[in-house]
């Protein structure tokens, strides 16, 4: 199933997004609040299931939301002309932008979030520097970030970071992701 994600611009609230799916007579199925995280889920649209998720994200100090379900991408558009979203465009340029540490820190996971559910070449570009970043916390964001896309591409930088880096902080988060994605490693070794 694709998954649909939007980073919300500041300005946009849980009430902006709690309007949307109260005006489509969606339901609450799961709401869970600490100080790190919210998450909650509507779902609705019995013709047309759909899943909507609001997560704020407290460590990294932002929202998203995330559809899922058969007609997804209808909403998504709708959303998007109702809710004020940061696009991925945008995302973009404050990578290529970013002069700090702190900065990449903080626009990697959000262009991992918000990468579409295929390949786009300037999303990759900007992770796989993160990847080589001198400095580790920039590495591990970077892993990370590759996580929140699920796009099995990363696999051969990945066995790259886990065989080489010298950080076992990288080596291990590395072999996380791929063991999450479901990486054969052998097949990676063959082909080299």
């Known amino acids: 199933m694709k998954l649909y994600r939007r980073i919300l611009q500041r300005s946009a609230t849980l009430n902006d997004v709690r309007n949307f799916a109260e005006l489509r007579a969606w339901t609450i199925v799961e709401c869970d609040e600490t100080e790190e995280l919210t998450w909650i889920t509507w779902r609705g649209d019995n013709e047309a299931p759909v899943s909507l998720n609001y997560v704020r994200d407290g460590l990294r100090g932002f929202c998203y939301v995330i559809f899922s379900g058969e007609h997804a991408v209808r909403y ?40 579409p559910p295929s390949w786009v ?13 001198a400095d580790i916390r920039v590495r591990l964001v970077a892993i990370w970030s590759a996580g929140a896309t699920a796009w099995p591409e990363w696999a051969p930088s990945l066995l790259i970071l886990k065989e080489g880096d010298p950080s076992p902080d990288v080596r291990e988060a590395a072999s996380g992701l791929l063991n999450a994605l479901g990486v054969q490693e052998s097949s990676y070794r063959d082909n080299s």
């Open 76 to 115: 998504v558009e709708q959303f998007e002309a109702a809710v004020m979203c940061v696009s991925l465009a945008a995302l973009l340029d404050a990578w290529r932008s970013a002069c700090t540490v702190e900065h990449y820190i903080l626009v990697l996971p959000m262009l991992g979030i918000a990468a």
């Open 121 to 133: 070449d300037d999303v990759y570009s900007a992770i796989q520097q993160g990847f080589v970043h």
